[in-house]
């Protein structure tokens, strides 16, 4: 069974960076597809970006140019990169392997 722990969020400027990190437990952690969403307060979950176990990976528009995807198998990690953050960008954001959820971190842009 997969746990996961996210961690790196917390309070930036406008157009700072963050690095968020998703560290997943299991025996076959590194064959599962990962996600990232976020949920911003009074709205629904949004799916921010996901990348396969081959490497694939896609974005929301809204964070296409300014956010990476990217996984250390050997470490068991998931990162979200984060660039040039807007105040819409505040949110909780959640990683996501097959039913299993982690307990999210808070990220907050402050204009």
């Known amino acids: 069974q997969v746990q996961l722990v996210d961690s790196g969020g917390g309070l930036v400027q406008t157009v700072g960076s963050l690095r968020l990190s998703c560290v997943g437990s299991?025996?076959?952690?590194?064959?599962?597809?990962v996600d990232w969403y976020r949920q911003a307060p009074g709205k629904g979950r949004e799916l921010v970006a996901s990348m396969t176990s081959g490497g694939g990976k896609i974005y929301a528009d809204s964070v296409k140019g300014r956010f990476t995807i990217s996984r250390d198998n050997a470490k068991k990690t998931v990162y979200l990169q984060m660039n040039s953050l807007k105040p819409d960008d505040t949110a909780v954001y959640y990683c996501?392997?097959?039913?299993?959820w982690g307990q999210g971190t808070q990220v907050t842009v402050a204009s």
């Open positions: 996501h392997v097959l039913v299993t």
């Open positions: 299991g025996r076959y952690y590194s064959s599962y597809d």
